[in-house]
C-alpha cells in the first residue's frame, strides 16, 4: 500500500530538509545553557522513523520482485544522496584514556543522546536488511562498502572497550556522555535500575548519564555520537532505570554491527565458493581478534552475573532479553573470530585461551537452570567448539 501510494517520493521530500551535520534528533536551542530540559527542542526522530518505515517494507516485500526493485532503488539513494547522514550515525567516539592532564583528558570525552543512539540504531537496521541482498548491496554500494566496515569496526573498536568488570575502580573519565534531555529521559532517570548488572556498559553508563542538574557542559562539536564536552568529575552516582536503558542501547547497536558484518562475511564466502578460491584482495574488513574479545568478555561477565544473582528467583522479562541478546552478541563474535582465523590463520594465544575457558566454564554452569536460555546456549556451544577445538569436551560442558 505504501509502495502505490508513493510513500518513497514524500519521504525523499521529507529527508530534503535535513542537513548535513544537522540532523532533526540533534537540533539543540544555542542560546541557552540552563538546567532545564525544555532548551532542546523537541526532538523530530524524522531520519530513524523513516529509515525504519523503509525497512519494514522491504521486509514485507520478502523475496519477490516488487523487492528488488526497491532494494536496487533503496541502496543508491542512501548510500550515495544520503551517505553524509549514513556516516553520520555510524561516528565512533576516541576511548578516553585517564591522564593527569585534566584538560587534555576533558577534551576528549564525547557526548551524545539516547535519541541519537536509537537513530544509529536504526540506520545500522537498514544496512542489514539491504546488505541481504547481497548481489544488489555489492553493485550499488562499491565506493561506500569498505567505509561503511571500517566505520563498523570503529565504532565496534569503541564499545568493546568498555570491559568494567564488578570491583574495579570506575575510570575518571566516562567514556560517553549521554545525559537526559527529553521528559520521558528524565521520568526514568528517576527511576530505579532494572538490570543491575556490575559489568561492561552497565557499569560505564552511570557516571555518564548523569542528569544536566548534576553536571554542567557546554557543547563545542557535535556529531550523532561525538560531541567534545567539559563536565564536571568524580561524582558519586548510582545506577538509574536511564543508565540501563543507554546500556542497552548500546549492545542493541552492537548487535546490529556484528550482524551487518557477518552478512559480509557471509557474502565473501558464497562467493568464494562460487569461484572456487578465496579473494583476500577482495575479503570484506574484519574486526581484530582483540575487538571481538573484549565483546565476548563482556557479554560473559553480564549474563554470568545477572544468572548467578537470579539463581533462585524468576528471571524478569527486561533481564531474560538482555541475556538472550548478550549471547547472540558472544555467537556473532566467535562467528567473526572464527572468520578472521580461517582466511588470516590468526590462532587465539594460549594465555586468551586459558582465560576464555575459564569464563566461559561459569558461564554455562551459571545458565544451568534458566530454561529461557538453553537454545541460545546450545547454539553458542556449537561455535565455541568449531573457534576452542575440544575445549567443552575438556570441561565435561557437552
Not at 543522546?113 to 540504531?121: F, I, W
Not at 547497536?253 to 565458493?273: D, M, S, V, Y
Not at 594460549?350 to 582465560?355: I, K, Q
Request: hydrophobic share 40%.
Amino acid at each position: 500500500m505504501l509502495l502505490t501510494a508513493c510513500f518513497f517520493s514524500s519521504l525523499r521530500v521529507l529527508f530534503a530538509d535535513l542537513s548535513a551535520g544537522r540532523p532533526f534528533s540533534v537540533i539543540q536551542n544555542g542560546t541557552s545553557h540552563s538546567n532545564s530540559s525544555e532548551n532542546f527542542e523537541k526532538p523530530q526522530h524524522v531520519w530513524g522513523l523513516g529509515l525504519a518505515v523503509v525497512t519494514a517494507i522491504i521486509h514485507s516485500l520478502g523475496g519477490s520482485s516488487s523487492c528488488v526493485n526497491t532494494v536496487e532503488n533503496v541502496i543508491p539513494y542512501f548510500f550515495s544522496e544520503k551517505a553524509y547522514l549514513i556516516s553520520y550515525y555510524l561516528n565512533a567516539p576516541d576511548f578516553p584514556s585517564d591522564d593527569h592532564d585534566k584538560k587534555r583528558a576533558r577534551a576528549q570525552r564525547t557526548r551524545t543522546s539516547l535519541a541519537a543512539l536509537k537513530e544509529t540504531e536504526h540506520t545500522l537496521m537498514l544496512m542489514c536488511v539491504l546488505a541481504k541482498h547481497w548481489n544488489s548491496w555489492v553493485k550499488a554500494v562499491k565506493e561506500m562498502d569498505t567505509e561503511l566496515r571500517e566505520r563498523s569496526i570503529h565504532l565496534l573498536a569503541f564499545i568493546s572497550r568498555g570491559t568494567q568488570r564488578h570491583g574495579e575502580s570506575p575510570s575518571r573519565i566516562p567514556p560517553l556522555l549521554c545525559p537526559p534531555m527529553l521528559k520521558e529521559d528524565f521520568d526514568f532517570y528517576k527511576k530505579p535500575a532494572f538490570v543491575n548488572s556490575q559489568n561492561g556498559w552497565f557499569a560505564l553508563s552511570p557516571r555518564g548519564c548523569l542528569s544536566k542538574s548534576k553536571f554542567s557542559s557546554v557543547s563545542i562539536k557535535s556529531t550523532a555520537l561525538v560531541v567534545k564536552d567539559q563536565s564536571s568529575e568524580n561524582l558519586d552516582v548510582s545506577q538509574t532505570h536511564f543508565s540501563d536503558i543507554v546500556a542497552l542501547q548500546i549492545y542493541r547497536i552492537t548487535f546490529l554491527l556484528l550482524k551487518f558484518l557477518c552478512l559480509q562475511a557471509e557474502g565473501a564466502a558464497r562467493r568464494a565458493e562460487e569461484v572456487g578460491f578465496v579473494d583476500l584482495a577482495h575479503f570484506p574488513e574484519l574486526p581484530m581478534p582483540e575487538i571481538l574479545h573484549g565483546l565476548q568478555d563482556q557479554a560473559i561477565a553480564i549474563v554470568t552475573e545477572l544468572c548467578e544473582a537470579n539463581k533462585l528467583k524468576k528471571i524478569e522479562p527486561e533481564v531474560q532479553s538482555t541475556c538472550l541478546l548478550l549471547l547472540q552478541i558472544m555467537e556473532m563474535a566467535l562467528y567473526l573470530e572464527q572468520c578472521v582465523s580461517q582466511i588470516c590463520g590468526i590462532r587465539p594465544v594460549l594465555g586468551r585461551v586459558e582465560d576464555f575457558s575459564k569464563e566461559v566454564v561459569l558461564l554455562i554452569r551459571a545458565t544451568e537452570g534458566h530454561s529461557f536460555l538453553k537454545a541460545a546456549v546450545k547454539s553458542l556451544k556449537q561455535i565455541i567448539s568449531l573457534v576452542y577445538p575440544g575445549l567443552l569436551q575438556t570441561e565435561g560442558l557437552l
